[in-house]
């Protein structure tokens, strides 16, 4: 048996430049994976490859049993949430999270619960009446992410999703997408810039670098033992 998540040796690049380079990952189920690296180091390409949204060059995505690579988007059962929140303006919050139950076909009882449940799960139960525009960033950030658990990916991609918001606000939401997270036993990967991010939130860390993965390990075995000069300078040992 593979592992749940398998990344093999992909490789993409952009008008003859290699962005991703022969890039191998693999994640267990229910596993939080972060993949951490300096901007422009390949972290967006690698998740919109993975999602589906671009096409990689060669390699091999295997995700619960089931090869990726030919399947669409709409098809990998992979579920995606970005910086900026893109929800819908002129959707209430209710309707945000129950769209993508809509386009599939559920009954309205089954969405009624399930928007409900999604609701209580990012603490926004007293706002589902209210428009995007009335929320603030974290809260518009937190009904993005209800919005992707609500039709249950098998995998969920989250790039970036805490940078845009206050300091102060990104670490109590951090902590909050990590409680999620495990009481969902949800498989992520979880893609951001911020060192202390990365090794607060974590099962494991991939330390990327110019489209490679230059070390993998858990948050305290990086920290301890970085295992180059670039990974040390990167996680903050400064010698
Ligand atoms: P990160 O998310 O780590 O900041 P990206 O994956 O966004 O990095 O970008 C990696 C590299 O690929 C960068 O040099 C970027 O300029 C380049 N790149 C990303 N998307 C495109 C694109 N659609 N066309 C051309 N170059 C791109
Ligand atoms: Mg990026």
Known sequence: MGSYLSLSAITKSFNGVQVINDLSIQAE?????????????GKSTLLRCIAGLAEMDQGSIELDGVELTSLP??????????????????MTVYDNIAFGLKMR???????????????????????????PHRL??????????????????????LDEPLSALDAKIRRNLRMELRRIQQRLGMTMIFVTHDQEEAL?????????HEGRIIQTGRPEDIY????SSFVARFIGHYN
């Open 136 to 157: 603030s960033g974290g809260q518009q950030q937190r009904v993005a992410l209800a919005r992707s658990l609500a039709v249950e990916p098998k995998l969920m991609l």
């Open 73 to 90: 988007a709409k098809k990998r059962d992979v579920g995606m949430v970005f910086q900026s929140y893109a929800l819908f303006p002129n």
């Open 105 to 131: 076909g559920d009954r309205r009882e089954q969405i009624k619960g399930r928007v409900e449940e999604m609701l209580e799960l990012v603490d926004l139960s007293d706002k589902r009446k209210d428009y």
């Open 200 to 208: 607060m939130i974590s099962d494991r860390v991939c330390i990327m």
């Open 29 to 41: 189920r229910g596993e939080l994976l972060t993949l951490l690296g300096p901007s422009g180091c």
């Open 224 to 227: 301890a033992e970085p295992n």
